[in-house]
């Protein structure tokens, strides 16, 4: 069984930052895409960041230059780096991952339990 458990969340002003991380953990044998996703009230679950094994990065328009996702593979752990924190930032955040948990089964997109961001003075 494999289980994505999300931290960092929290409170926070405008303009301030935070660190989200993510860990995967479990019958894991090699992981591929990671990627965290957010979702407002009332609105779809979109993409806000993801990065391949191979490190690169791609990132929605409205946080280009404010976040940064980075991953420790050895750690099977990705992080969220949110800088200059807007209220329109405000979500329940999820973590993905695309995890291959033996050498023989195809890999499977798994989802963390949401941790919720909050940007507000």
């Known amino acids: 069984q494999v289980q994505l458990v999300e931290s960092g969340g929290g409170l926070v002003q405008p303009g301030g930052s935070l660190r989200l991380s993510c860990a995967a953990s479990g019958s894991i044998f090699s992981i591929y895409a990671m990627g965290w996703y957010r979702q407002a009230p009332g609105k779809q679950r979109e993409l806000v960041a993801a990065i391949r094994r191979g490190g690169s990065k791609n990132y929605a328009d409205s946080v280009k230059g404010r976040f940064t996702i980075s991953r420790d593979n050895a750690k099977n752990t990705v992080y969220l780096q949110m800088n200059s924190l807007k209220p329109e930032d405000t979500a329940v955040y999820y973590c993905?991952?695309?995890?291959?948990?033996?050498?023989?089964?195809?890999?499977?997109?798994?989802w963390g339990q949401g941790t919720q961001v909050t940007v507000s003075s």
């Open positions: 993905n991952a695309d995890i291959q948990a033996t050498p023989m089964s195809t890999p499977y997109g798994y």
